[in-house]
């Protein structure tokens, strides 16, 4: 590893040089490559994360232009974790990137994820992070939820068994009903942004900050300190619903 690249990085005394070499041997797992996805997948790699798996199973939309600040118009049609992969390779050689075109689901979620030290959500519906929640408290995977709607974007770290898991804060969260989800376009890249910080916080050895709250409109930024739910059918019952009749329950 190349420490004069992070030389500006290893400068900031929360971080430092032992941070560095922390950080280059880590695993990180992005579940979704669009526009949380994509952003927090770019920032971590110029971090100098170790090692990235992107995982996503769609291909890039004209649409989705306005938010994913990676892409290009001759990226439309292409798989975005296959274009992403080759793009971050460019970006920082000494990160090893994978793009997996795959959708996570109960029978697959165990092989995508098991040399994970940190999951981040990217994904797009509140099943998916379910299921992410689910296999990540059964098997003690930390991982960093986020989700964005019009202005407002959430972020919360989660560490099972010493933070709340997704499903503890499940009424704070917004179920989209629309076709389409309303989005500022430089929301995605601020809730990336921070997403990756309590992502190194975990990697790090730190606990995350609680759940976070940021409407980027009216610059209205809270920090709640939520505690764990212990009838928690997740966290605390270790019910696992989404899970049941797949592989992982063999073991």
């Known amino acids: 590893m190349n420490l004069e690249r992070y030389r500006r990085q290893i400068l900031v005394e929360e971080f430092g040089k032992k941070g560095q070499q922390t950080l280059s041997k880590k695993h990180v797992v992005v579940i979704g490559g669009g526009g949380l996805g994509s952003n927090s997948a770019n920032i971590l790699v110029r971090l100098g994360i170790g090692s990235i798996d992107i995982i996503d199973d769609d291909s890039l939309d004209l649409t989705n232009l306005h938010r994913m600040s990676i892409f290009s118009e001759e990226d439309i049609g292409k798989p975005k974790s296959k274009v992403l992969a080759e793009k971050l390779k460019t970006i ?47 098997k003690k995977f930390p991982w960093i939820y986020a989700g964005v709607h019009s202005t407002v974007g959430m972020i919360m770290g989660i560490v099972p068994k010493q933070t709340p898991c997704l499903k503890c804060i499940s009424q704070n969260i917004v179920d989209k009903k629309q076709i389409e989800t309303p989005v500022l376009g430089n929301l995605p890249v601020t809730i990336a942004s921070i997403q990756c910080l309590e992502a190194l916080k975990v990697l790090l050895g730190k606990l995350p900050s609680g759940l976070i709250i940021y409407d980027v409109w009216n610059q209205r930024f809270e920090q709640l300190n939520i505690k764990r739910n212990q009838e928690c059918k997740c966290c605390g019952k270790e019910s696992f619903e989404l899970l049941q009749e797949s592989s992982l329950n063999e073991d």
């Open 92 to 138: 920082n050689s000494e990160v090893t990137v994978r793009g997996i075109k795959k959708r996570v689901n109960k029978e697959n979620i165990k092989l995508i994820i098991k040399h994970a030290d940190v999951i981040l959500d990217g994904t797009d519906n509140l099943e998916t992070r379910f299921l992410i929640n689910e296999f990540a408290v059964k």
